[in-house]
């Protein structure tokens, strides 16, 4: 079993929806979250970084982090072609040097 | 730019041959990090450096593998004898601190004919 499972989708939806990407992991000693974006050969570029349980909002970006469920969510809102990448999940614990990164999941968002 | 820098972008190559890849983090970060990535797949460890210590490595990092940062400035990623196998996205990430987040150049792609 991965560290890190994430449905590589494809996830296609209309231009203004409400999209809803999601990360389960089975280490329970991991603290750090984060939400990556990565274009088609280009590298990946940070939308949010949590820290244990809760939800964080950034613009059109939200974060939620559920530890007793060992799953992670990010929902975007108002969706835009430019949304259009795959979005890798990454995690890591509180001690050690590693992270962890799920598969990605690849996003279509049609104009 | 101050972010992340990787060069080259992208690689071409025999089988057999040597390649070395450079990246240069963002100054302030201390942390260093490579990551190699395979087409449909999240990236994958390789190795980590905290100024010049090289503190872990990954299993993944075969004895054709070497990274080094001297001074503790830019790295550099060396494959020798490279093998098909070894055609990815090699990425390089820095970080800020004990527990921040990474920060990704845009990777070297090696392609290994």
């Known amino acids: 079993q991965k560290e890190v499972e994430q449905d590589p989708g494809p996830l296609s939806v209309p231009e203004g929806a409400i999209v809803s990407l999601n990360c389960t992991y089975s280490n329970s000693a991991f603290q750090y979250f984060m939400w990556y974006r990565q274009y088609s050969r280009k590298g990946p570029e940070l939308l949010m970084y949590t820290y244990s349980s809760g939800n964080k909002e950034d613009g059109r970006f939200t974060a939620q982090v559920d530890k007793s469920s060992k799953y992670i969510s990010l929902f975007i809102r108002d969706s835009q072609p430019s949304d259009s990448a795959t979005y890798l999940c990454a995690m890591r614990e509180n001690t050690g040097n590693q992270f962890y990164f799920g598969t990605g999941t690849s996003l279509t968002v049609i104009p | 730019d101050t972010g992340v820098s990787q060069d080259p972008r992208h690689k071409i190559t025999k089988r057999g041959q040597n390649v070395t890849f450079r990246c240069d983090p963002i100054?302030?970060?201390?942390?260093l990090y490579w990551y190699r990535q395979t087409l449909g797949q999240g990236p994958e460890f390789l190795t980590y450096f905290q100024n010049e210590a090289q503190l872990e490595k990954s299993r993944l990092l075969s004895d054709r593998f070497s990274a080094e940062r001297p001074k503790g400035s830019f790295s550099t990623l060396e494959i020798q004898r490279t093998e098909q196998g070894d055609s990815a996205m090699y990425l390089c990430?820095?970080?800020?601190?004990?527990?921040?987040?990474?920060?990704f150049g845009e990777g070297s792609r090696l392609t290994v004919l």
């Open positions: 990430a820095s970080s800020p601190r004990v527990h921040g987040e990474l920060f």
């Open positions: 100054s302030e970060h201390n942390r």
